[in-house]
């Protein structure tokens, strides 16, 4: 419990909440969080490396209204990001196509935030680990924070606490709750960046349980092209986790062929179609089989037969569901950007209420997007108290 009356407080100490420290200048400030530490979702995250961020930052990667989230960026994109990061002595490093890793841990992310935030201007920075935040009220001009700990009070605040995936690193809905308990409307959360599960009729993908495949997967307009993993569950890997994010139920169309046309690929006029795919003979085998095409030369087959075999390239299906938030590595959904100001990041509904990362309704693809969006919501955020 605390009688002090602080500049600010953060619920969260993850990559928004830390972030937003470290741009709180000459400010007494309150960071709650209920881990015992900090940014434990950064330390498991990019597989223990951290995919910080994209030299290719678009609102095209986003599920999130695009004109909301490129003010954000216009304010502190990934240029911004890279810049802060090497001022504070982390050089991120570029491994995967476009994307930013730590250059060894994630830890090094986390303790440049921390370093970021502490001492000189951020001495005013207090940090409450332990500390389960349970709602806010605002009264007499205060936002009052019930915690574990007793009431924290400040004359702004800022909702950080992320979204619900991951539960056993400390995710939660308390934002969304005190989101929804100040009036804004939250757009339902779900998971994403997830894979997803099969009807009974894609029983045989199943059989692949292992197998990884480059494919193109349609999802309404979008393409996402990447690999597909085959699991005992169901479908993984990074095209199917791109298009959990903008998959909402019915179809999606799998290409697993991509730049490949069946008719050039099936030319010997002996060989049987089977023999000559370029894919591995188990997915090929199980592929045949689920859809009893015989394994002769291309030729020799009927219409229907070549129809399905044509399911190389269109494969439409509809998932049964996702894998669920503990293997989710995002939420999409949250807090409705209609009611919050892109140039501050404040509610447009109660003064000195603001919002960063991916408590809000914007959520992006695989590649480092997600932390970017933390960071930058948190700094518009932050510059604007
Ligand atoms: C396995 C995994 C791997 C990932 N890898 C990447 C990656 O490589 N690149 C990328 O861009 N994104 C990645 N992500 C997504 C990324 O981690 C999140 O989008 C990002 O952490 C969101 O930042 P945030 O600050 O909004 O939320 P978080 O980082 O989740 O921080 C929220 C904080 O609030 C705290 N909190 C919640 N409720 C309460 C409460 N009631 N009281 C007190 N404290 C509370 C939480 O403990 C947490 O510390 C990954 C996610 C997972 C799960």
């Not at 940014?39 to 498991?44: L, R, V």
């Not at 490129?70 to 050089?91: M, P, T």
């Not at 009264?139 to 991951?166: H, M, P």
């Amino acid at each position: 419990m605390s009688e002090r009356i602080y500049d600010a407080i953060i619920l969260g100490a993850g990559a928004a909440g830390l972030m937003a420290a470290a741009h709180l200048k000459r400010k007494s400030v309150a960071i709650l969080e209920h881990n015992p530490k900090p940014g434990a979702k950064i330390a498991i995250s990019g597989g223990g490396r951290c995919n910080i961020t994209n030299a290719e930052l678009s609102p095209s990667r986003y599920l999130g209204d695009p004109s909301f989230i490129e003010s954000v960026f216009s304010q502190f994109d990934n240029h911004d990001l890279i810049e802060f990061l090497h001022r504070h002595g982390l050089e991120p490093v570029v491994r995967k196509e476009n994307q930013y890793f730590c250059p060894d841990r994630a830890r090094e992310l986390i303790d440049t935030l921390l370093r970021a935030g502490s001492g000189g201007d951020f001495s005013g920075n207090e940090f409450f680990y332990d500390t389960e935040v349970n709602g806010v009220v605002k009264e007499n001009g205060l936002f009052a924070v019930d915690s574990s700990r007793g009431i924290y009070r400040a004359k702004k605040l800022i909702v950080s606490t992320g979204g619900l995936s991951y539960k056993s690193v400390g995710a939660g809905g308390a934002g969304l709750q005190i989101a929804e308990a100040f009036g804004h409307r939250v757009r339902p959360p779900n998971p994403a960046l997830v894979g997803l599960t099969l009807q009974p009729e894609q029983a045989w993908m199943r059989s692949l349980s292992g197998l990884s495949l480059p494919v193109e997967i349609g999802v309404g307009r979008r393409v996402l092209k990447e690999d597909m993993l085959f699991t005992h569950k169901g479908i993984s890997g990074p095209a199917v986790l791109n298009a959990s994010l903008y998959w909402k139920q019915g179809k999606i169309v799998v290409d697993f062929l991509p730049k490949k046309r069946i008719k050039t690929l099936l030319k010997s006029p002996t060989k049987s179609a089977a023999s000559q795919i370029p894919l591995p003979k188990r997915f090929v085998r199980a592929f045949f089989d689920s859809l009893d095409i015989p394994n002769i030369p291309y030729k020799e087959m009927n219409e229907i037969q070549k129809q399905r075999l044509s399911l190389l390239k269109s494969y439409a299906f509809a998932p049964a569901g996702t894998f669920g938030f503990t293997k989710a590595e995002v939420t999409k959904g949250g807090v409705d950007t209609d009611q919050i100001d892109p140039y501050t990041m404040q509610s447009r509904l109660t003064e000195g209420l603001y919002f960063a990362g991916e408590v809000i309704d914007v959520t992006g693809e695989i590649g480092g997007y997600n932390f970017q969006w933390a960071f930058s919501s948190a700094v518009v955020a932050a510059k604007s108290i």
